[in-house]
């Protein structure tokens, strides 16, 4: 199995999580951890999300990419490697 990190820019909103969360559990993710922030001057928060799976990552961060009010989605090489060792 392997493991990844993303990090997600996308508007402060109280439902991006939750849409963020369930894609992730539909698309047979599984989540190893999160840490979430808020930017309170520009509205945008930062969510870190480590998962892992057999899956390619980029399928998931296509379906992250589609849904409203995700502003950038970026995988996070290096610490994925951390995981792994």
Request: with cysteine.
């Amino acid at each position: 199995m392997n493991d990844y990190q993303l990090i997600i820019l996308a508007d402060d909103k109280q439902v991006v999580l939750e849409r963020i969360l369930q894609v992730t559990r539909y698309r047979g993710y599984l989540i190893n951890g999160i840490n979430a922030k808020v930017n309170t001057g520009t509205q945008i928060g930062t969510i870190e999300l480590m998962v892992s799976s057999d899956r390619p990552i980029e399928l998931l961060v296509d379906q992250i990419n589609k849904l409203i009010d995700i502003k950038e989605v970026k995988v996070d090489n290096t610490k994925a490697q951390k995981c792994i060792a």
